[in-house]
């Protein structure tokens, strides 16, 4: 296997000491907006996951946001906009007018943590690095493996001969940005998923049997204690 190396981001070793916060993050105008928002998605019971700044309709500020377990809804996206907007309103982060973006990470979603890539072995990943390794700033492949410090990929095709056999370990620490790749195998490896959150929500909102039980027992209980007859209603015998 080859490793590269390549020089450390500020932060990045007390991240992974601290837990799975993000190994890849902004810098400039987009890092003073996720120092703000990061601490109200938080709160929310949400985490970031990236910040972008485009010039689509003249200036969009989008934050990609999720849940601890990878969902985010059409409704999480309204929760937040609603928090975040008045909160950037008074810190003011960005001098220009913008509009605000809130979406979720999608299936092709960008890679921040190590449990991103934990989740993504298997499958195709573009990673593209802050420092030249091996001559080169762009890898593609399967995610074979990851360790607390490390990405090891497969090359998604052999270049030349003898290729087969080669795997690139990559630093977290060198990585500028990374994202899956959206193919056949991801996007049924994401249906299965949300059909089994699914299953699991649905089970989570039944009653369980204890509680099914008790509900029963109550009402038993007051049909039992009810009277038969409300008072004064007797008819008097002839």
Do not use: W
């Not at 993000?22 to 910040?51: D, F, K, N, Q, T």
Request: include cysteine.
């Amino acid at each position: 296997m080859t490793t590269v190396s390549g020089s450390a981001q500020s932060g990045v070793a007390a991240d992974v000491a601290a837990g799975d916060d993000r190994l890849i993050r902004e810098s400039g105008l987009e890092a003073r907006v996720a120092s703000v928002v990061s601490p109200v998605l938080s709160a929310l019971g949400y985490r970031l996951v990236r910040i972008r700044m485009t010039a689509q309709d003249g200036a969009t500020l989008q934050i990609m946001a999720e849940r601890p377990d990878g969902t985010m809804t059409v409704e999480d996206c309204e929760a937040v906009s609603l928090a975040l907007s008045p909160v950037l309103d008074v810190e003011d982060p960005v001098a220009s007018a913008y509009q605000l973006e809130i979406s979720s990470p999608g299936i092709d979603r960008p890679l921040v943590r190590a449990s991103d890539f934990n989740a993504a072995v298997g499958h195709v990943v573009k990673i593209e690095t802050s420092v030249l390794l091996e001559g080169r700033k762009r890898f593609r492949g399967y995610i074979v493996e990851c360790d607390e410090e490390t990405v090891t990929i497969e090359p998604e095709t052999v270049e030349a001969e003898g290729d087969e056999d080669v795997l690139y370990g990559i630093p977290f620490e060198a990585i500028a940005e990374a994202r899956l790749i959206l193919t056949d195998e991801l996007v049924r490896d994401a249906l299965k998923k949300d059909k089994e959150d699914r299953r699991q929500r649905k089970r989570e909102r039944r009653p369980s049997a204890k509680e099914r039980a008790a509900a029963r027992s109550g009402k038993n209980n007051d049909l039992e204690t009810a009277p038969d007859d409300e008072p004064g209603n007797d008819a008097e015998g002839e």
